[in-house]
């Protein structure tokens, strides 16, 4: 991660700070729960922190780069020339959530997994891997977290489509959930090519709603 990359997070990071700081300064001399105040920076922090992943690109915390799974490779998906590499440097960390929600939807009918794993399967232990390097370097020891990365459930009769994954770094049995913020957005790919993607794997007409949500939430928990 480059100076300019670092120094732009640590001035976001700081500005919770200060939210939390003013917050003080307003309530004056009434008493203060000392569990109240830390829920309210906690929050801060949460939204300083997903705002970061808006706006941080892989490249500035050293790049982000997978192997594509070469026996179901699909040509219309970028790669690195002379390999079967995808280089997502250029990619902000909410892209890469949202990507993963896009390749690594379940599609289950009673519960059996229907649709084979497809050529970017190996984004989705490789990307929890470095994105937890990321939140680690975001939150350190101040906070114990856990990101929580899902679609609102497609419920289509005998069929369900989903996706949800987390990554955390917290000791649940011995910590207090302080805040969870949660940050929108929607898949990229149209309604009709995924309405495709679905029916080729169901071999069904289906109607889907007009965009799948994602939604990205970080919790953060009592150090």
């Known amino acids: 991660m480059d100076k300019q990359g670092i120094g732009y997070i640590v001035d976001m990071l700081v500005f ?16 203060i729960d000392p569990k ?22 892989a490249d500035e915390f050293g790049g982000f780069e997978y192997q594509l799974d070469t026996l179901s490779f699909e040509p219309n998906v970028p790669v ?18 949202v990507e993963d929600a896009l390749f690594n939807l379940h599609i289950e009918a009673e519960g059996v997994g229907l649709e084979p794993p497809g050529p970017s399967w190996g984004m989705k232990s490789e ?15 101040r906070f114990g977290y856990r990101l929580i990365v899902r679609t609102l459930p ?14 955390k770094n917290f000791d649940e049995g011995a910590q207090r959930k302080l ?29 889907l709603e007009p965009d799948i949500a994602v939604e990205i939430t970080l919790e953060l928990w009592s150090s």
């Open 127 to 141: 990307l929890r891997e470095f994105l937890k390097g990321v939140l680690d370097k975001l939150i350190g020891g």
């Open 179 to 207: 805040c969870s913020e949660t940050i929108v957005a929607t898949l990229p790919i149209s309604q009709g090519e995924l309405t495709q993607r679905i029916q080729k794997v169901l071999d069904t007409t289906l109607e």
């Open 80 to 97: 690195l020339k002379g390999s079967t590499k995808r280089n997502l440097r250029h990619k902000a960390l909410t892209q890469l959530l």
């Open 16 to 31: 919770a700070l200060l939210i939390s700081f003013a917050s003080l300064l307003l309530v004056g001399a009434s008493p």
């Open 154 to 167: 497609l419920d289509l009769g005998f069929v369900r489509v989903h996706f949800e994954s987390e990554i």
């Open 36 to 57: 109240i105040e830390s829920t309210r920076y906690a929050a801060s922090f949460a939204q300083s922190t997903l705002l970061a992943l808006q706006h941080s690109t």
